[in-house]
């Protein structure tokens, strides 16, 4: 058995109680943090609660070399943990299908993730979210300014009144996490600074912060540690604009 299981969104406490029943009674343990990662903890703190030894593989060690966890689920019951929800990333699709075809069985144990947690942090209602994006780090896509694919994503959404999740990219080979003082400012120069965005900072933390303004505002504001998301609204109903009002602080002038 291979059992996929979500650690939620910032530290060892966050998983469900269903995958911490099923983590600590796996007999090898795998995990990646390359797609993301649980800020409020450590691979050693996360060992020390969950009584576990975890093997954290890289990106080539999941997507390359899967056989030490192919042969550990076919061999007893492994467990392979992701932060946030599991299965988000096809890299975690293309395990589990590679788990299938060598006749092993797959389960999967969900948990909160980044999406669902931004709808309910900002009171942005989760059906009227379009098409997501991510934002990557200007040297990381070799050219200035905003991917096309990331202007159209937002302008389409925008035409259809539809919300816009923007991921920030994370570097986590080289702990480099963008934030959403520079998407805001990436975005204000190369696109729109009059346009609301909203900023969800540390989501499924004892203190995330959730705030509303211009790009040009939210430029030239500190959200402190990562994890952040950028929000990019479409039309707001008017429960939705009372709502980025009064936990978030937007201008009236923008809702």
Not at 36 to 60: C, K, N, P, Q, W
């Amino acid at each position: 058995m291979l059992t996929f299981i979500g650690l939620g969104l910032y530290d060892e406490h966050s998983i469900t109680v269903a995958g911490q029943a099923a983590l600590r009674d796996a007999d090898a343990v795998f995990a990646e943090f390359y797609t993301s990662r649980l800020v409020g903890t450590s691979v050693d703190d996360l060992e020390s609660y969950h009584d576990v030894t975890i093997e954290v593989r890289d990106r080539a060690g999941v997507e390359r070399e899967p056989d030490p966890i192919l042969a550990a689920a076919r061999e007893g019951d492994a467990a392979f943990l992701t932060a946030g929800d599991t299965m988000i990333s096809t890299t975690h699709v293309d395990l589990r299908l590679r788990a299938h075809e060598r006749g092993i069985e797959t389960r999967v144990i969900h948990a909160p993730t980044a999406e669902t947690a931004a709808s309910s942090l900002t009171g942005l209602q989760n059906y009227r979210f379009g098409k997501a994006t991510t934002l990557p780090f200007p040297w990381a896509h070799g050219a200035d300014g905003v991917p096309g694919s990331v202007i159209d994503t937002l302008e389409d959404n925008l035409d259809r009144g539809l919300h816009t999740l923007v991921y920030l990219d994370i570097k986590a080979a080289k702990e480099e996490y963008m934030n959403a003082t520079t998407a805001a400012d990436i975005l204000r120069q190369h696109w729109n600074e009059d346009v609301l965005g909203v900023v969800v900072a540390r989501a499924g933390s004892p203190d995330p912060v959730v705030r509303a303004d211009s790009l040009l505002g939210l430029a030239n504001e500190d959200f402190g540690d990562p994890l952040h998301l950028l929000i990019v609204p479409g039309d707001l109903h008017h429960v939705e604009a009372e709502a980025l009002r009064t936990l978030a602080g937007a201008p009236d002038a923008l809702l």
